[in-house]
T-cell receptor, first 111, second 113 residues
């Protein structure tokens, strides 16, 4: 969506390395920031989300950090595995009402 | 528990023809979303329902697209008439509310010839 910028569009890492994907948004009233993973030909699935009242959330190898001042949030995947290869989308809930997805990052984890 | 169900899974139509998609959300989910997803891009919200009320349809091309969610459960999305540029995957999703995880259906892949 035009209000959410996601970078990079493609990311290639070696198995075991870390991957970081960043999204920036424009509306300071945004308060919910999920990340979805979409494997080829499949539906998007939530992997982690964060609300505006916290700065970081972790779930095993996946973490999300939120910087409300700078209006950006990032997905961190550590110890990447080939099955992490997919397209990752960030999303933002604006002003309690409008929902926008980023343009996606294609992650390729090389064995 | 069954997930979000969509039908049909695939649809091929000639341009200017009408087409309809159906979605059955997860039981108990008040919020229902229709998205359009083009290849290599993120889902774009078309409309969001809270129960039977369309609370955000600002991105729905109302000249040709319409949607309804009768009784606040199942929903249909219609395009009439379809144009070549409407070819995409149409995703339905549901959630308890807008602050919770969205569960996506398998999508309907529309091809307009």
């Amino acid at each position: 969506g035009e209000n959410v910028e996601q970078h990079p569009s493609t990311l290639s890492v070696q198995e075991g390395d870390s991957a970081v994907i960043k999204c920036t948004y424009s509306d300071s009233a945004s308060n919910y920031f999920p990340w979805y993973k979409q494997e080829l030909g499949k539906r998007p699935q939530l992997i982690i989300d964060i609300r505006s009242n916290v700065g970081e959330k972790k779930d095993q190898r996946i973490a999300v950090t939120l910087n409300k001042t700078a209006k950006h949030f990032s997905l961190h995947i550590t110890e990447t595995q080939p099955e992490d290869s997919a397209v990752y989308f960030c999303a933002v809930l604006y002003n309690f009402n409008k929902f926008y997805f980023g343009s996606g990052t294609k992650l390729n984890v090389k064995p | 528990e069954a997930g979000v169900v969509q039908s049909p899974r695939y649809k091929i139509i000639e341009k200017k023809q009408p087409v309809a998609f159906w979605c059955n959300p997860i039981s108990g989910h008040n919020t229902l979303y229709w998205y359009l997803q083009n290849l290599g891009q993120g889902p774009e919200l078309l409309i969001r329902y809270e129960n039977e009320e369309a609370v955000d349809d600002s991105q729905l091309p109302k000249d040709r697209f319409s949607a309804e969610r009768l009784k606040g459960v199942d929903s249909t999305l219609k395009i009439q008439p379809a144009e070549l540029g409407d070819s995409a995957v149409y995703l339905c999703a549901s959630s308890l509310d807008q602050y919770n995880e969205q569960f996506f259906g398998p999508g309907t892949r529309l091809t307009v010839l």
